[in-house]
């Protein structure tokens, strides 16, 4: 059963701390991605990883950081340094990254956080 | 000017009409185009992918595209109960890995 995993679908943070988010991916993709939704926004690119052990900063880097040691796996930290953390947490994986034209993503459930 | 543009809506159609959404895209470079299904509180589901001009068709759902008036849009048929949710463009230039998201269309369908 392929699909996108995250974990948790909840998450309470207080202030100060800094809280990982997890995905995980068993379809084989080759890029993955983060992203936060707050309402009225739309979707904000947070990093990408291309492939294992590389990633990029999207959008909105600052206060995150992600590393990707497995193809299967891309965890997002929200550091303490990130001001407005509650959000809805998206992450999401394609076959292949970069400047390939055929790009579909596909998301995993989410995770909402709440800074308390 | 915004690189994805949506209509917010709510946009509201009677049970098994047909619902037209629109989304405009600045960059003419852009190659490839998709439409995102949101429930409330859910993430993002794919309904479709196209590339090239003219018309896809997958089920109920038509996707259009015309890169010369830099638009695509999705219609769906028979709309039903079921199909209210937001619906999100997103575009892909040929030279950008990422993907540039609309805000998305609020689609209400009533029965």
């Known amino acids: 059963d392929g699909g996108i995993t995250q974990s948790p679908k909840y998450l309470f943070r207080k202030e100060g701390q800094n809280v990982t988010l997890s995905c995980e991916q068993n379809?084989?993709?080759?890029?993955m991605y983060w992203y936060r939704q707050d309402p009225g926004q739309g979707l904000r690119l947070i990093y990408y990883s291309q492939i294992v052990n590389d990633f990029q900063k999207g959008d909105i880097a600052e206060g995150y950081s992600v590393s990707r040691e497995k193809k299967e796996s891309f965890p997002l930290t929200v550091t303490s340094a990130q001001k407005n953390p509650t959000a809805f947490y998206l992450c999401?994986?394609?076959?292949?990254?970069?400047?390939?034209?055929?790009?579909?993503?596909?998301f995993g459930p989410g995770t909402r956080l709440t800074v308390l | 000017q915004k690189e994805v543009e949506q209509n917010s809506g709510p946009l509201s159609v009677p049970e098994g009409a047909i619902a037209s959404l629109n989304c405009t895209y600045s960059d003419r470079g852009s190659q490839s185009f998709f439409w995102y299904r949101q429930y409330s509180g859910k993430s993002p589901e794919l309904i479709m992918s196209?590339?090239s001009n003219g018309d896809k068709e997958d089920g109920r759902f038509t996707a259009q595209l015309n890169k010369a008036s830099q638009y695509v849009s999705l219609l769906i048929r028979d709309s039903q109960p079921s199909d209210s949710a937001t619906y999100l463009c997103a575009v892909k230039a040929g030279n950008n890995r990422k993907l540039i998201w609309g805000l998305g269309t609020s689609l209400a369908v009533n029965p």
């Open positions: 196209i590339y």
């Open positions: 379809l084989n993709h080759d890029a």
């Open positions: 999401a994986s394609s076959i292949a990254g970069g400047f390939s034209s055929y790009n579909e993503q596909f």
